[in-house]
């Protein structure tokens, strides 16, 4: 079930299910009973766990490679299994990573999934609201490839961007050369290479 989609059809039943969900109990069925909700920020991230879990439900973590191993930690001593997060620009990256390699099942879910409802005014509201989301499963998981395929694919959108940051270095030096009155456009493939090479030889001496 997806918020937003499935849940209401018009706005009179979209009023009833935002007064439902923001409810302590909202007569829904527990889909993840071990679940936790991850508010994922450039600093730092909040945390929500199930008030039965711990003395202190919602916790502060800066973002430093240390401390997301204290959350996981503490995610463990909570009995958590499975955690709901947003794709927030590339910060939940090493967040996800983390986590996964600790054994959770990890959500990465759409940011426009969980902002369909009023109510939240705060970064602690907004984990408690995945968590919430999380609980009664309402939320849907973005597909992720393994990691390995993760890591390759880093490297080939890196390998594309210096193929483009290359493209656009020759584009201005012909245009130098131009200027120059230096008619590379007319010359043959290998005397434009020897020309670049002297321009590399030239630029690394400079």
């Not at 439902?20 to 993840?32: I, K, M, T, Y």
């Not at 071990?34 to 202190?56: C, L």
């Not at 600790?102 to 940011?111: C, K, P, S, T």
Request: charged share 25%.
């Amino acid at each position: 079930m997806t918020v937003g989609k499935k849940l209401w059809r018009n706005r009179k039943e979209r009023k009833e299910w935002a007064r439902r969900l923001q409810s302590e109990d909202p007569g829904l069925e527990v889909v993840h009973p071990h679940a936790a909700g991850i508010d994922v920020g450039n600093n730092t991230h909040y945390v929500a766990v199930r008030q039965n879990r711990d003395p202190e439900p919602v916790r502060r973590f800066e973002c430093f490679t240390a401390d997301l191993h204290r959350m996981a930690d503490w995610l463990h001593s909570c009995g958590v299994k499975t955690v709901a997060m947003q794709s927030t620009g590339v910060y939940w990256i090493p967040l996800y990573e983390i986590l996964e390699e600790r054994g959770f099942e990890v959500h990465l879910v759409n940011a426009r999934h969980t902002k369909n409802l009023p109510g939240r005014k705060s970064d602690v509201q907004e984990s408690q609201w995945l968590l919430k989301l999380h609980t009664y499963g309402l939320l849907n998981n973005s597909f992720q490839p393994v990691s390995e395929i993760r890591v390759l694919r880093t490297y080939w959108r890196q390998r594309a961007e210096h193929v483009r940051g290359a493209a656009t270095c020759i584009q201005r030096m012909q245009k130098a050369l131009t200027q120059m009155n230096v008619q590379l456009a007319k010359e043959s493939r290998q005397n434009k290479l020897n020309v670049f090479q002297l321009f590399f030889r030239v630029g690394n001496r400079v």
